[in-house]
């Protein structure tokens, strides 16, 4: 965001410092450089990820990369889509294996716009970033890396982090200053390190898996399908991959056998050879190998995020697990955007440089679950292979009268939390609680769906101005702001409710004018996200049809200034079949009074209010970003 500071010449300045560009550093560094800020960017390797590594994006993540633009670039690649996962086990008689069952990869009780893991090499996943941070005029210097740091605010209040860096064969070395340095550098992080903090191993049992990806030619009917496979001579996960590809995950060692040693490997020939008897009477014969390698799975998770809030770490560098749940580049990319709208929202002068202090509860937590999933998600696929009527129930959304068993329980939790939609951040300053300092009678009415800290509910509505049916939660893209949706009910109802909300938002004491833009006398008439502020973008949808609504009539100046955030809530959905509006039923909002949902610059609510006539509605929104905002907010502004 700034240039080098004057007096300061000795030194390039930077806002961030990232070190690696896997999935973690690349989605901090994409989010940050699109919002203006200056950034130095290296990775130890002289490119970016040829083969292998990562390759499952789960159904939250795509609504992310769509959210941000980047989803069709991947999908260009015409990566595979796993919608269902097969289970193959012995037979009760005889040798080899049969399919005991299938379930769905996201089964129909989450409500997922994509109900998909989509499969594609880490590398080109990678390169989608990578040309994205070219666009916005950052460049990942490579092969650099880090050799040094140190944060002092006394030597530095505003550049506080000392880094050292140098080409990877030592003939060239920088020093640079920094506001932050972020340590995305995976599981062996120098800068984890350097901080003195410790890797806790949550399971004592460890293994060795080999993992090959290749072309194969086979009559095993399951092949491009996400498969687990049991059987006497031992256990096999299928991942259908791009280009005809599959990848095999093959375990080699656990540390239960009576000969364990983590460093045990396996050849190539030899990991072939034993998937030709795990997949008898199948044949399987590889045309070629693009990718092999042997590693040690621990079950691994950070001690600490940061220490100061100045330096951070995410992705691999703070948690290690099994691939088989297909969540570590997931977590990686919600890691980083957890704390790059935090990062950008202290750096622009909206919050509190408290709410860094978030960024590694709310992660940790997730990583945690993530880690107590990967456990139990081996317990189910090793213990014992399911019956048939259980991967059934699993499959389906069982009705309220069966009380689900143990398994079927673990299936449907891992399910939510694997796609993404199960993550759930605890009540903070950001999350509204019956604790928070938000204590407005109008916060969190009764009925509400709608839950603080989880992702915000997926909803059709018709755009007014242009009558295209669109993704509610799509429609404000990734651009650092709070997303502000007033369900207006029927107009005919909330008329004068919609007017006084626009009234106080106005106040320059309000949250919403205490931070309107510099610039807002020449904003662009085609600005369709932040005419007034770059702190939020309103959207207004009235439990209407679309021939109904007028908005110079319906929407009250300010409000209508979001011309193209104007929608009408008249699209049937399946979820409430018998819902007159849709959008507000699935919220559990009152489809004639409406409600007001404010949803954090990541996606996840932060806090729900009645519309209520009056000055209260606005009154309950500045007790909430009052809570984290460096102004005050709303203090002498009259309840009417």
């Known amino acids: 965001m700034e240039d080098r500071p004057a007096g300061k010449a000795a030194l390039q300045h930077y806002d961030i410092v990232i070190v690696g560009a896997g999935p973690v550093g690349l989605m901090l560094s994409t989010c940050l450089a699109r919002w203006g800020y200056r950034i130095r960017h290296v990775d130890n390797r002289a490119e970016p990820t040829p083969t292998g590594r990562a390759d499952g994006i789960q159904p939250r993540s795509l609504d992310l990369l769509r959210n941000m633009g980047l989803k069709s670039a991947i999908m260009a690649h015409k990566p595979a889509r796993v919608?269902?996962?097969?289970?193959?086990?012995?037979?009760?008689?005889?040798?080899?294996?049969v399919r005991t069952g299938t379930w769905a990869?996201?089964?129909?009780?989450?409500?997922?716009?994509?109900?998909?893991?989509?499969?594609l090499h880490q590398g080109r996943i990678e390169r989608v970033f990578i040309s994205d941070l070219e666009k916005n005029g950052v460049h990942v210097q490579r092969p650099w890396t880090i050799k040094g740091f140190k944060s002092d605010d006394k030597a530095d209040a505003e550049y506080p982090v000392e880094v050292s860096l140098e080409h990877v064969d030592g003939t060239q070395q920088d020093m640079v200053r920094a506001k932050y340095l972020f340590g995305g550098e995976g599981a062996r992080s120098f800068i984890r390190d350097q901080l003195g903090i410790n890797i806790t191993h949550k399971d004592p049992i460890s293994h060795v898996w080999?993992?090959?990806?290749?072309?194969?030619?086979?009559?095993?009917?399951?092949?491009?399908?996400?498969?687990?496979?049991?059987?006497?001579?031992?256990?096999?996960?299928?991942?259908?991959?791009?280009?005809?590809?599959?990848?095999?995950?093959?375990?080699?060692?656990?540390?239960?056998?009576?000969?364990?040693?983590?460093?045990?490997?396996?050849?190539?020939?030899?990991?072939?050879?034993?998937?030709?008897?795990?997949?008898?009477?199948?044949?399987i014969e590889w045309e070629r190998v693009e990718w092999y390698s042997v590693y040690p799975i621990g079950q691994g998770i950070s001690a600490k995020y940061t220490i100061d809030h100045r330096v951070f770490l995410g992705g691999d560098a703070?948690?290690?697990?099994?691939?088989?749940?297909?969540?570590?580049?997931?977590?990686?990319?919600?890691?980083?955007?957890?704390?790059?709208?935090?990062?950008?929202?202290?750096?622009?002068?909206f919050a509190d440089r408290a709410i860094l202090t978030t960024y590694e509860p709310e992660r940790k937590e997730?990583?945690?679950?993530?880690?107590?999933?990967?456990?139990?998600?081996?317990?189910?696929?090793?213990?014992?292979?399911?019956?048939?009527?259980?991967?059934?129930?699993?499959?389906?959304?069982?009705?309220?009268?069966?009380?689900?068993?143990?398994?079927?329980?673990?299936?449907?939790?891992?399910?939510?939390?694997?796609?993404?939609y199960g993550v759930a951040y605890k009540p903070n300053a950001l999350n509204w609680s019956p604790d928070h300092p938000a204590q407005s009678p109008l916060i969190h009415p009764g009925g509400t769906k709608l839950r603080t800290g989880r992702i915000m509910i997926n909803a059709d509505v018709t755009r007014v101005v242009d009558a295209n049916v669109v993704h509610l939660e799509q429609e404000v893209p990734l651009n650092g702001s709070f997303r502000i949706y007033v369900f207006a009910g029927k107009?005919?109802?909330?008329?004068?409710?919609?007017?006084?909300?626009?009234?106080?938002?106005?106040?320059?004491?309000?949250?919403?004018?205490?931070?309107?833009?510099?610039?807002?006398?020449?904003?662009?008439?085609?600005?369709?996200?932040?005419?007034?502020?770059?702190?939020?973008?309103?959207?207004?949808?009235?439990?209407?049809?679309?021939?109904?609504?007028?908005?110079?009539?319906?929407?009250?100046?300010?409000?209508?200034?979001?011309?193209?955030?104007?929608?009408?809530?008249?699209r049937w959905d399946r979820r409430v079949p018998d819902a007159a509006a849709a959008a507000h039923a699935k919220m559990g909002l009152d489809q004639e009074r409406g409600g007001v949902v404010v949803v954090r610059p990541d996606g996840y609510v932060g806090v729900v209010t009645s519309l209520a006539e009056g000055s209260g509605t606005v009154a309950a929104l500045n007790e909430y970003f009052g809570a984290f905002c460096t102004k005050k907010i709303g203090e002498t502004m009259a309840q009417l």
């Open 83 to 97: 919608f269902e996962v097969a289970f193959w086990d012995p037979p009760k008689n005889g040798r080899g294996i």
């Open 105 to 119: 990869s996201c089964p129909s009780f989450i409500d997922a716009r994509y109900p998909f893991t989509t499969l």
């Open 210 to 283: 080999g993992v090959m990806d290749g072309v194969v030619k086979t009559d095993f009917p399951d092949i491009k399908m996400k498969c687990t496979i049991h059987s006497e001579h031992g256990s096999i996960m299928v991942i259908p991959r791009e280009e005809n590809m599959v990848r095999l995950y093959i375990q080699i060692a656990s540390s239960t056998d009576p000969d364990w040693n983590p460093r045990k490997t396996a050849t190539e020939g030899e990991v072939q050879a034993s998937a030709k008897k795990i997949f008898y009477p199948y044949l």
């Open 318 to 349: 703070c948690h290690t697990h099994s691939p088989k749940a297909g969540q570590g580049m997931n977590t990686a990319f919600l890691d980083a955007l957890n704390l790059a709208w935090k990062i950008h929202a202290v750096e622009a002068g």
């Open 366 to 420: 997730v990583a945690e679950t993530l880690l107590s999933f990967d456990n139990k998600y081996a317990k189910l696929f090793s213990q014992r292979p399911p019956a048939a009527t259980e991967v059934r129930a699993a499959s389906e959304q069982t009705s309220a009268q069966g009380e689900d068993n143990e398994f079927v329980k673990t299936f449907k939790e891992a399910c939510e939390f694997t796609s993404g």
């Open 491 to 570: 107009p005919s109802v909330t008329s004068q409710a919609l007017k006084d909300l626009a009234f106080y938002l106005g106040d320059k004491r309000s949250f919403y004018g205490s931070y309107l833009r510099r610039d807002i006398g020449s904003v662009s008439h085609h600005e369709t996200h932040n005419p007034h502020s770059l702190f939020f973008t309103v959207c207004t949808v009235f439990a209407a049809p679309r021939s109904q609504i007028e908005i110079s009539r319906d929407v009250p100046d300010l409000l209508a200034r979001y011309r193209d955030h104007v929608y009408a809530d008249d």
